[in-house]
């Protein structure tokens, strides 16, 4: 079997884990960000972008109607315009000059209180008015922020017991998929709060990558060389019918869907997010080619295999100062 490109991100990993010891980041990564830029990049949207935007940057133009194929293509053109080129650098450059910078502002949206509306009180037309004009305002506050978080707008019955409503309180961020986690840095772009565990992004990106590679092998070989499910593959045979045949498919049907939602979405500026969006989906598993494409330039255009501490160190600071030279006016003209 070929050298797989998740195969190396221990190594990958461990030199982050070095360089951070050595080198003070503005604003240190967390393992989501490592996994929002792994997933930047097995994003067919924002190759799409990278691809066009290259174009028009060296003078060329590109064909009449090349939005119409994406048509969110200013959406994920924002989130290239600040998280720029992901197959230019490895992770430890790529946070340098343009991840921290990104994740770095605190962001303006924030808890509110938007009005307490008391029983028995009679409200004239205009205090009504003045209630749905905060409550506008607020809204436009969100939506025109650069890469705001989901907010939940609430109603909260003030007869209610402090105890009921604690526990109404964590039923509703239940609901919504809403967990507390470690602190993760965020400004233009964020890190969504989510359950999900590391392992969870590792074993869907490396069962997504070996399916491009082997796009011919059945999902029961797949899962025995992926070997990312919980559950033991012994005896179970390509043609089985049985019920734990028919679990592990299930299984690895799952992770596929989950690894292109996730890039997917991370190119809409949103990550973790695991259901389906805005994007061709389904499609991209009959795409193995393009992707194999991906994982080429991933593995021979960029970095990886300079994974000399001492040298990434030694180069930093001016990569840092380059981006900011690129980023300010960007900043200022994007957001």
């Not at 200013?74 to 720029?84: A, E, F, I, K, R």
Request: with cysteine; charged share 25%; aromatic share 14%.
């Amino acid at each position: 079997m070929e050298k797989l490109l998740s195969d190396e991100f221990a190594i990958h990993d461990k030199t982050l884990e070095e360089v951070c010891q050595k080198f003070n980041f503005d604003v240190k990564p967390s393992w989501h960000h490592k996994w929002y830029f792994r997933f930047l990049q097995i994003s067919a949207s924002y190759r799409y972008v990278r691809d066009c935007e290259a174009v028009m940057k060296s003078g060329g133009s590109n064909p009449e109607g090349y939005k119409d194929y994406l048509p969110d293509y200013d959406h994920v053109n924002m989130t290239y315009q600040g998280l720029y080129d992901v197959w230019h650098f490895d992770f430890v450059r790529w946070w340098a000059t343009f991840g921290q910078l990104q994740f770095s502002k605190e962001q303006d949206v924030r808890f509110r209180e938007l009005a307490l509306l008391q029983f028995g009180k009679k409200y004239s037309d205009d205090e009504i008015l003045s209630v749905g004009k905060k409550y506008q305002n607020y809204i436009n506050h969100v939506i025109e922020s650069p890469a705001y978080p989901d907010v939940l707008v609430l109603g909260v019955p003030m007869d209610k017991t402090r105890n009921t409503l604690i526990k109404n309180f964590i039923e509703i961020m239940d609901r919504y998929n809403v967990y507390p986690q470690e602190s993760t840095a965020h400004g233009n772009f964020f890190v969504k709060q989510s359950k999900l565990k590391e392992s969870a992004f590792r074993d869907c990106y490396r069962t997504f990558e070996l399916r491009m590679r082997y796009p011919e092998i059945s999902l029961i070989e797949l899962a025995k060389m992926a070997n990312t499910l919980k559950t033991s593959l012994a005896g179970i045979k390509d043609d089985s019918e049985s019920d734990a045949a028919h679990s592990v498919r299930s299984g690895i049907k799952k992770q596929l869907t989950m690894a292109i939602n996730i890039a997917e979405a991370a190119a809409r500026s949103s990550f973790p997010h695991t259901g389906k969006g805005p994007g061709i989906h389904s499609s991209y598993l009959a795409r193995p080619d393009f992707f194999q494409g991906l994982f080429k330039i991933i593995q021979e255009t960029t970095p990886y295999k300079t994974q000399d501490v001492k040298e990434i160190v030694k180069g930093l600071p001016a990569l840092i100062q380059q981006a900011k030279d690129y980023n300010l006016d960007k900043l200022e003209r994007l957001y």
